[in-house]
């Protein structure tokens, strides 16, 4: 299973953007997806995760402002970042899990995309 990210970026704090990850490879079906980030000299951290028909999850420095969805039909997942801060900066990881059609279960990584928030 291989996921591919989208759409990070340099942009100035109070902004917005919007990151996309789409998953492809021998899926049968998703059970999580989510995101995750790493800044320099820190551990990976979760962002944001969507189970499949499940409530959602938010780290706490990040409610009310960022966003996550997901299109199953298209295995996509999206984060919509929006009042961007400058302690935002990180590298964002798309994670998904979920069942091949081998009939095991996997857990992806995507190659991960540079969000900095400067002005």
């Known amino acids: 299973v291989q996921l591919v990210e989208s759409g990070g970026g340099l942009v100035q704090p109070g902004g917005s953007l919007r990151l996309s990850c789409a998953a492809s490879?021998?899926?049968?079906?998703?059970?999580?997806m989510g995101w995750y980030r790493q800044a320099p000299g820190k551990q990976r951290e979760l962002v944001a995760r969507i189970p499949s028909g499940g409530r959602t999850t938010y780290a706490d420095s990040v409610k009310g402002r960022f966003t996550i969805s997901r299109d199953n039909a298209k295995n996509m997942v999206y984060l919509q970042m929006n009042s961007l801060k400058p302690e935002d900066t990180a590298v964002y990881y798309c994670?998904?899990?979920?069942?091949?059609?081998?009939?095991?279960?996997?857990?992806?990584w995507g190659q991960g995309t540079q969000v900095t928030v400067s002005s």
């Open positions: 994670n998904v899990e979920g069942r091949s059609w081998t009939g095991t279960d996997f857990g992806s």
């Open positions: 490879g021998s899926i049968v079906s998703i059970y999580v």
